[in-house]
């Protein structure tokens, strides 16, 4: 997933030049390979923006690496261990909203609090076949050194790229292959 913001990912277009990015990955809860480190538990049935949603909470599995979330200060990373809650549309099964915060502070870098909230919805691309449900809006929250931050966002513009590829593998021309029945190498 990359993400930029006026078509680049230079953080002094940011206020404050504090980069919010990776917001778009945080689904990426439910990855094959990412959804091991997490506890996942369902609440039951409610209601997400008038829609039937299943509540299901989920927490950082302190056994397991966070390869989910970052912050990157003078080039080196912190990781901070999420928990939260996703409603689910119960009808679709698409994720429609996301909800996390910190587990705990993070003192090594003075993160006291984070909070984050991602809206998504469907949206449409070029074939009416071809729909996808993406991050619509996130707002983020967050108190570090003292000070207290807050940033929204609004996605747009996506592109869908596609690659189609096709192997065929045969002898080259003029081949030949033999057994080697000698006792010497060859």
């Not at 008038?50 to 927490?59: L, S």
């Not at 929250?141 to 065929?168: D, L, M």
């Amino acid at each position: 997933v990359d993400e930029y913001r006026n078509g680049s990912v230079d953080p002094a277009q940011f206020p404050d030049q504090i980069a919010t990015m990776g917001l778009t990955a945080m689904v990426l809860i439910f990855h094959p390979k990412l959804v091991s480190d997490f506890n996942f538990a369902c609440e039951g049935l409610g209601q997400w923006d008038g829609h039937p949603a299943w509540q299901v909470h989920f927490a950082q599995r302190v056994d397991r690496p966070n390869r989910l979330r970052a912050y990157v200060i003078a080039q080196n990373y912190y990781s901070v261990p999420l928990k939260g809650r996703v409603w689910i549309d119960a009808g679709t099964y698409q994720v429609r909203r996301l909800e996390s915060e910190l587990m705990k502070p993070v003192p090594t870098i003075a993160l006291a609090q984070e909070y984050m909230a991602i809206d998504y919805g469907p949206v449409q691309f070029h074939t009416p076949t071809k729909q996808l449900w993406l991050p619509l809006d996130a707002e983020v929250y967050w108190a570090r050194g003292g000070r207290r931050y807050y940033r929204r966002h609004t996605f747009s513009n996506f592109k869908v790229f596609e690659v189609q590829y096709a192997q065929q593998i045969q002898a080259p021309k003029a081949s030949y292959c033999f057994n080697n029945t000698s006792e010497r190498d060859i």
